[in-house]
């Protein structure tokens, strides 16, 4: 149980496009889902929190405009980096938290961007 | 606000030796911790978790940690090391409820024949 999902799992864009991933918990209703990035030989940075129906949450230091999140149901957010640029290729990962088991986050297997 | 601190950034151990990963953290209140595992390219999956009781947790692949107060410390043990625990592991510190976690640098972990 507690299956998250991500997809694309890997994708190589053009500078200037935008490019969406989708994060799913698979077997449970997840009230709130977390965006991380994560940069080589580092940790995972929260760039934003997401609940459903609701405005996310976003840290410091990210931009909203360009990190768009959306989390229309209890089972899917979406994360859109608009205007990708070289520098935003990234690893981004997905978690969720299950409805009655707020302390954990089950996370996604990740999406590798590439932005040329 | 919470942090973590994972003093190794780097490990290595033999195929069947024991294993213990350092984990510090500095919070004000009882925290909610927890241990990661993350192969090369791959997202977390949640090796064990405390939030309170019993301070020794058990978790999955032969995975227990310690919980000391009064160190502030959650360290990760294994008793009998495999080549596939080959991997990097992360520390993390909540504080409960929908709130969000803060996690370690991580140590990756080499496992020698």
């Known amino acids: 149980g507690a299956v998250v999902s991500q997809h694309p799992s890997w994708v190589i864009c053009k500078s200037g496009t935008s490019v969406k991933i989708e994060c799913r918990s698979l077997d449970f209703q997840a009230t709130t889902m977390f965006w991380y990035r994560q940069f080589p030989k580092q940790s995972l940075m929260l760039m934003a929190t997401?609940?459903?129906?609701?405005?996310?949450?976003?840290e410091q230091g990210v931009e909203k405009d360009k990190f768009l999140i959306n989390h229309a149901s209890l089972t899917l957010s979406t994360l859109t980096v608009t205007s990708a640029h070289p520098e935003d290729s990234s690893f981004y990962i997905c978690s969720a938290t299950p409805q009655g088991y707020q302390e954990t986050q089950y996370f996604g297997p990740g999406t590798r961007l590439l932005v040329l | 606000a919470q942090s973590v601190t994972q003093p190794d950034i780097h490990i290595t151990v033999s195929e069947g030796a024991s294993l213990e990963l350092r984990c510090n953290y500095s919070?004000?209140?009882?925290?909610?911790l927890f241990w990661y595992v993350q192969s090369p390219g791959q997202g977390l999956q949640l090796l064990l978790k405390y939030f309170s009781g019993d301070t020794l947790v058990q978790g999955i692949k032969g995975f227990e940690a310690e919980f000391k107060r009064s160190q502030s410390s959650f360290n990760l043990r294994k008793p009998s090391v495999h080549w596939s625990d080959a991997a990097e592991y992360f520390c993390?510190?909540?504080?409960?409820?929908?709130?969000?976690?803060?996690f370690g640098i991580g140590t990756k972990l080499q496992v020698i024949p």
């Open positions: 919070y004000g209140a009882t925290p909610y």
């Open positions: 993390a510190v909540g504080a409960g409820g929908y709130q969000k976690v803060t």
């Open positions: 997401s609940n459903e129906g609701s405005k996310a949450t976003y």
